[in-house]
């Protein structure tokens, strides 16, 4: 079945950029995403690609997407302490009922150090 | 409403009980998931609505599990004879099913069974 893989702990100081990396295992993924969740909160889309492109931008946020290895990255530049929670990656495939279903990898924990 | 909303936020149970956790979902969007996320661990799907009914509860780990859904508004997801396995944070997100299909979340509801 569809398998969504990311590394658990990344740990960063403030002001370097950190780099979350995700491995999936379906080709015929059609959108990618990255979620952020804060403590005791629930999971709020930060950025998205779709799944014919390479890279996209969005303030400090870059995405990349290598559709060959199904590597998906994301990196925040000028790491800030608010940056601090779990970036899961998902990505979205046809589900029965006739659906684009998402699944959502482990998460990664991001700790942004002062 | 303005986002998703669970309730409630906490539930402390006794194993062998019954638990519901509910959910309203954006006003107006007709697809409502639920999931699981145990402690340390990514997002396990459980079922997908579509309007009042379900295309996909592939994910209900047992048949202990069931959920509803009325109005294409509120849904509920009944936990029965409660096991100590079933101690989780349970999430609730709802789109608009087109397009990219974002996914809302609401801020889940924190399941202790004792």
């Known amino acids: 079945g569809e398998d969504v893989e990311q590394s658990l702990f990344l740990s960063v100081r403030e002001g370097d950029s950190s780099v979350i990396n995700c491995t999936y295992t379906d080709s015929s993924s059609t959108y990618l995403y990255w979620y952020k969740q804060e403590p005791g909160a629930g999971l709020q889309l930060l950025t998205y690609i779709f799944s014919n492109m390479d890279m996209k931008q969005d303030q400090r946020l870059t995405v990349l997407l290598n559709k060959k290895d199904k590597h998906l990255s994301l990196r925040i530049a000028d790491t800030q302490t608010g940056d601090s929670a779990i970036y899961f990656c998902?990505?979205?495939?046809?589900?029965?009922?006739?659906?684009?279903?998402?699944?959502f990898g482990t998460g990664t924990k991001l700790q942004v150090i002062p | 409403g303005a986002g998703v909303s669970q309730s409630p936020s906490n539930k402390v149970t006794e194993k062998g009980k019954d638990v519901e956790l509910r959910c309203d979902p954006i006003?107006?969007?007709?697809?409502l998931y639920w999931y699981r996320q145990r402690l340390g661990q990514g997002l396990e799907f459980l079922i997908y609505f579509q309007g009042n009914s379900a295309p996909d509860k592939s994910g209900l780990p047992s048949d202990r599990f069931s959920a509803e859904r009325t109005g294409e508004s509120v849904s509920t997801l009944t936990i029965q004879r409660t096991q100590q396995e079933d101690s989780a944070v349970y999430l609730c997100?709802?789109?608009?099913?087109?397009?990219?299909?974002?996914?809302?979340f609401g801020a889940g509801t924190r399941l202790s069974v004792l």
């Open positions: 998902a990505e979205t495939h046809p589900g029965s009922g006739g659906y684009q279903k998402v699944t």
């Open positions: 997100a709802s789109s608009t099913r087109t397009g990219i299909n974002i996914q809302y």
């Open positions: 006003s107006g969007h007709t697809a």
